[in-house]
């Protein structure tokens, strides 16, 4: 078995997602394909589109063998926890061969020299790096300017100072360092490889071709009928979301849960330093904002300053929502293995990779939640209860009208033949 690894969010499955497998595939050599994927809660603190079990077919459907969940402290967080928390998971199997990521630059060297000399901070790159901050450059054209003295210095690639800037300032690119940081901390045998992201950009709401951002495709469902936009997703994908909506269930967006979030800001005003990423003062200024505002958007440009980026700003609030408090993130965010693997979807070939991870590993393969009242671990308690909290939270807005108890125990993985 050659297993490809992937850590990917699914918010939908999008034809550009299609490329990024078909491709990722061939150049691994791939005989088996296993997909890291958040659950209900996306890296950049937003809620998903579909629920967890949706996307996890859609993407069986699409050609994945198995996904299965990355747990929910990792999901939410900085690209460097985030990306730790996927490679981990991948690494705990002790028998995944290869990742293979999406990157603007589309070149593993460079990202990989770029990872190697930031987790060994040589004492020239720290000293250039230390000297062009007391000069008052912001951290990331200091830091750019720093690799770029160190690598020209002793001609390791050949590169400009305006193009690792690019490098360092583009989305994909950060988490394919971090990946191959975290590979490199973990001593592990994974190789990783990279494709060029193609067309849009990550954050483009532009539908203006058949491959586009997932942002473009959330952001016209809300004021387009699935039609107009069929193009920009597999069948399979297409097929699902028309059915969800068909039978339903909700298509969420941020804004749905500003009333639960502005009630715990409210309720929890003198704890809110308690979560995770809520330090600098920020406290005030959400509490504050709360009154000012009618929505989430609103709330964010309301916090918005120099200090705080909208990216940090809707991670910390939905740290604050999910309950996500810093003690837990600096208890699990450095381990070395993680205790569980959650399936979501899976195949024939899905089958085969739960056989080879549970001679391979003595991770816990969870496929009923019923099993996991009788683990007694305090790591593996605090990453999946706050799984379960998560969705119990998102289901509330996705799920409501039909809701019959916490969806972790009443939903199976999907097998899809």
């Given at each position: 078995m050659n297993l490809l690894g992937l850590i990917v969010e699914y918010n939908p499955f999008h034809n550009g997602h299609l490329y990024h497998l078909n491709e990722s595939k061939k150049i691994t050599n791939a005989t088996h394909t296993i997909a890291v994927m958040s659950g209900n809660f996306m890296q950049r603190g937003t809620p998903a589109l579909l629920d967890k079990f949706i996307r996890a077919e859609m993407a069986v459907k699409n050609g994945v063998d198995l996904v299965v969940e990355l747990p929910t402290l990792y999901a939410c967080q900085s690209a460097e926890i985030f990306s730790h928390g996927g490679i981990t998971l991948l690494n705990s199997l002790n028998c995944v061969n290869s990742v293979c990521f999406g990157s603007e630059i589309g070149n593993i060297d460079i990202l990989y020299l770029i990872a190697e000399i930031l987790i060994d901070e040589p004492e020239i790159f720290k000293n250039k790096l230390k000297n062009y901050l007391g000069d008052g450059l912001p951290f990331p054209k200091a830091r750019a300017s720093a690799l770029f003295d160190y690598?020209?210095?002793?001609?390791?690639?050949?590169?400009?100072?305006?193009?690792?800037?690019?490098?360092?300032?583009?989305?994909?690119?950060?988490?394919?360092?971090e990946y191959i940081k975290s590979i490199l901390k973990l001593n592990s045998k994974i190789k990783p490889y990279t494709i060029n992201r193609v067309n849009s950009g990550y954050n483009s709401l532009n539908v203006n071709d058949s491959i586009c951002s997932a942002s473009a495709i959330r952001n016209a469902l809300k004021s387009n009928t699935l039609d107009t936009i069929n193009y920009t997703m597999p069948k399979h994908t297409y097929d699902i979301i028309n059915d969800v909506v068909k039978n339903g269930f909700n298509l969420v967006y941020n804004d749905d849960f500003y009333e639960i979030l502005s009630s715990i800001i409210l309720r929890d005003k003198d704890n809110l330093t308690d979560y995770f990423e809520v330090n600098e003062g920020i406290e005030n200024k959400i509490y504050n904002s709360i009154f000012k505002c009618q929505n989430i958007e609103e709330l964010q440009n309301e916090i918005k300053s120099k200090r705080y980026t909208m990216t940090k700003i809707s991670r910390t609030l939905n740290n604050i929502m999910l309950g996500i408090k810093r003690e837990d993130i600096i208890k699990t965010k450095d381990l070395n293995e993680l205790p569980y693997l959650r399936v979501l979807a899976f195949n024939d070939?899905?089958?085969?990779?739960?056989?080879?991870?549970?001679?391979?590993?003595?991770?816990?393969?969870?496929?009923?939640?019923?099993?996991?009242?009788?683990?007694?671990?305090?790591?593996?308690n605090t990453l999946i209860n706050y799984d379960i909290k998560a969705t119990n939270m998102y289901n509330l807005i996705y799920n409501k009208s039909t809701l019959k108890g916490p969806v972790d125990y009443i939903t199976s993985p999907k097998y899809i033949k």
């Open positions: 690598i020209s210095k002793n001609n390791l690639y050949d590169t400009s100072k305006e193009t690792l800037l690019e490098i360092l300032n583009s989305p994909n690119n950060i988490l394919g360092i070939k899905g089958c085969e990779i739960l056989k080879e991870i549970k001679k391979s590993s003595e991770i816990e393969v969870i496929t009923k939640f019923s099993k996991i009242k009788h683990i007694d671990s305090e790591i593996f």
